[in-house]
DNA sequence: CTGGCTGCAAAGACTTTGCAAGGCT
DNA sequence: AGCCTTGCAAAGTCTTTGCAGCCAG
């Protein structure tokens, strides 16, 4: 079992949740999937390979679940919501390809500037912020080329 | 009439759309709004008062062609999407109240650095990018504190 | 055992669509 | 006049909820 899945069930444990087979299986699927960013609808066609009677509602359930316990990550573009696992660290800052829904982090934040213009220039108390930028990777770009 | 005003009657009258009552109220709603993000339904509301039989389907197309010929900027955050009037220069960043919904541009791009990163050290494609800063605009912190 | 989880079915929120009538330009 | 827009009603999409039975700890 990857180490990562491995924490997962500890925080889920720690938490008094129920480590269920419907859990499980969405877990493996999120550590399967490489930071690739799945929808509703793709999580539970991918669930039902395994698991054929587990239902709708059970797949929204426990995402809002793995959200509110930062074991996953929500992310809204495009008129449609994706899921994903969430990144260790604190905030962290996404290329987001909108072809293949691969996500890559960035090495690096750039708000120190920002930040401190807001803080000392501003009457706004920032309390987060998005930052991501959305392309194409290599991948899709050599594929939309054939 | 105010300048902004005429400016986006111009944009409406170029694209071979037409300039329906309906879309009056819209557009002088969001000049009057300033730059506080506004739900369909808040829209919807306010357009009710000085029309009382407009249809929210009227509503929803509008929003989406303001928003395809880029009079109109559609954000969603905290499950909902919000709609404003579209600030001139090509790309720009916001500061969110969260509570408000006011919004104020940042004056600075903390780009730079990150965009040279992106094309030298990545196959990224970048396409667009969208900062939002997310926090309390000074007075919803006031009204917090009564 | 027992409180959390699930399946099922139904409802809910928000948004979109088809169509005939109406209204800008 | 001609085509874009609108009102109306209905449907669509995605997500949530209530409830009774089930199961992981």
Redesign the interface.
């Given at each position: 079992m990857p180490k990562q899945l491995k924490q997962i069930y500890k925080i889920i444990r720690e938490k008094g949740l129920k480590l269920t087979p419907a859990r499980k299986i969405m877990l493996e699927i999120f550590v399967n999937s490489d930071y690739k960013l799945l929808n509703a609808s793709q999580i539970y066609d991918l669930i039902k390979k395994q698991s054929k009677k587990t239902n709708f509602s059970t797949v929204y359930r426990n995402l809002e679940i793995f959200t509110e316990n930062e074991v996953v990550e929500k992310i809204?573009?495009n008129e449609e919501t994706r899921y994903k696992l969430r990144e260790q660290g604190p905030q962290y800052h996404l290329?987001i390809?909108?072809l293949c829904h691969k996500t890559?982090p960035?090495?690096?934040c750039?708000?120190g500037?920002?930040e401190t213009?807001?803080k000392n220039d501003?009457?706004?108390?920032?309390?987060?912020?998005?930052?991501?930028?959305?392309?194409?990777?290599?991948k899709c770009?050599q594929q939309q080329e054939d």
């Open positions: 809204t573009y290329m390809c909108t890559k960035l090495p690096f750039p708000f500037e920002l213009y807001i501003t009457d706004f108390l920032p309390i987060k912020h998005h930052v991501e930028i959305y392309g194409y990777c290599k770009r």
